[in-house]
C-alpha cells in the first residue's frame, strides 16, 4: 500500500464513521420528536404490542409513540405502566394522551381516582379542540361529581356538548338534541332538537337513528322513513332498532298503507316534538341514562 492510500483509507472510514453516527443521532431526533413518523392509530398487534418502530420511538420519547404504547398496555390491563407513558406523552401536549389520562384518573386506572384531576386533562385536551375529551367534561358536567366538587352544571355541559357537536361529535349532537328537547343549559327549542339528531343519525350513530326513526313512525307516521332509519341502526347490531323493525312488520303492514311523506320545505313538517323520543310503544334509551 502507497503512502497516498494509507492515508485515503482512514479518512474514508472516518467520514464514514462520522456520517453514521450523525444519521443516527438526527434519526433519533426525528423519532423522537415527529408525530408524522409514528401515526395515533390506536392499534396494536396480535400481542397487544405497539409496532417495531413505534416501539422504538416511544423509547426514544415519542409522544405519539408513547400514546400507542399505553394503549397497547391498557389492553393488557397493564394499568400501572400505561399510566406511566400516558402522563409522559399528556405532559408533551398530545391531546388524545391528555384524555386518554383524563379517562384513567375519572375511572381510577393504574391511579387513585381524582375526578378533578380528570376533569384537568380533559380539559387540557378539550382547549384542543379533542372531541372526545368536549364530550367527557360535558358528562361530567351533566351528571356532576359532587365529591370532587364538581357540581352539576347543565350550562356548562351544554357548552361542552355544543363545542363538540359543531366539530362533527355524532354523540355529541346527539346529547345536544335532548338539551335543546328538554330546555337544559339553553332554551327549549324542538327544531334544533330534531336537526341535531338528524345530523347525528346521517353520521351514522346507531342509536340517533333508532331516535330519529322513532320519532318519524309515532310523530310524523311516516313509517318509510321510519322503517329505512330503523334499518341502518338495526345493520349495525342496535337491539332497539331491530326491536322496532319487528313490531312494525307485525302491525299488519301499516307501513305500506299509512306512510306520510315528509316535506323537503319543512323537514319538521307535523312532528310533534314534544313528545319525541317518549312514546311507549317504541323501543329506545335516553343518552344520559347512565349519566343520572
Given at each position: 500500500m502507497n503512502k497516498k492510500n494509507r492515508f485515503i483509507v482512514p479518512l474514508v472510514l472516518g467520514l464514514a464513521a462520522v456520517l453514521f453516527f450523525a444519521t443516527a443521532v438526527v434519526s433519533a431526533v426525528v423519532l423522537r420528536t415527529s408525530d408524522k413518523i409514528v401515526s395515533i392509530d390506536y392499534e396494536c398487534n396480535y400481542s397487544h404490542n405497539s409496532s417495531f418502530i413505534s416501539s422504538i420511538a416511544a423509547a426514544l420519547g415519542n409522544r405519539a409513540?408513547?400514546?400507542?404504547?399505553?394503549v397497547c398496555l391498557m389492553e393488557k390491563k397493564e394499568y400501572g405502566e400505561a399510566y406511566d407513558v400516558m402522563v409522559s406523552a399528556a405532559e408533551k401536549g398530545l391531546?388524545?394522551?391528555?384524555?386518554r389520562l383524563g379517562y384513567m384518573y375519572a375511572e381510577g386506572l393504574g391511579v387513585t381516582q381524582d375526578s378533578k384531576i380528570s376533569e384537568h386533562w380533559y380539559r387540557m385536551a378539550a382547549n384542543q379542540g379533542y372531541i372526545d375529551a368536549m364530550v367527557s367534561l360535558g358528562n361530567m358536567y351533566y351528571s356532576g361529581v359532587e365529591d370532587y366538587g364538581i357540581h352539576k352544571d347543565f350550562n356548562t355541559a351544554f357548552h361542552y356538548y355544543s363545542d363538540a357537536a359543531y366539530a362533527g361529535g355524532a354523540d355529541a349532537q346527539l346529547y345536544l338534541a335532548?338539551?335543546?328537547?328538554?330546555?337544559?343549559?339553553?332554551?327549549?327549542?324542538?327544531e334544533k332538537a330534531f336537526e341535531w339528531t338528524e345530523k347525528s343519525a346521517e353520521q351514522g350513530f346507531a342509536q340517533?337513528?333508532?331516535?330519529?326513526g322513532r320519532a318519524y313512525e309515532q310523530m310524523k307516521q311516516d313509517y318509510n322513513k321510519?322503517?329505512?332509519?330503523?334499518?341502518?341502526?338495526?345493520?349495525?347490531?342496535?337491539?332497539d332498532a331491530q326491536k322496532n323493525l319487528d313490531r312494525l312488520y307485525e302491525n299488519?303492514?301499516?307501513?305500506?298503507?299509512?306512510s306520510k311523506q315528509s316535506t323537503a320545505d319543512d323537514p319538521l313538517g307535523d312532528l310533534d316534538l314534544d313528545n319525541l323520543f317518549t312514546d311507549e310503544d317504541t323501543v329506545g334509551g335516553d343518552p344520559f341514562a347512565d349519566l343520572l
Open positions: 409513540a408513547e400514546f400507542n404504547k399505553g391531546a388524545p394522551a391528555q384524555s335532548y338539551m335543546y328537547l328538554r330546555g337544559e343549559g339553553t332554551e327549549q327549542d324542538l340517533a337513528q333508532n331516535e330519529l321510519a322503517i329505512e332509519w330503523y334499518k341502518k341502526a338495526a345493520a349495525q347490531g342496535y337491539q299488519g303492514g301499516a307501513p305500506q298503507t299509512a
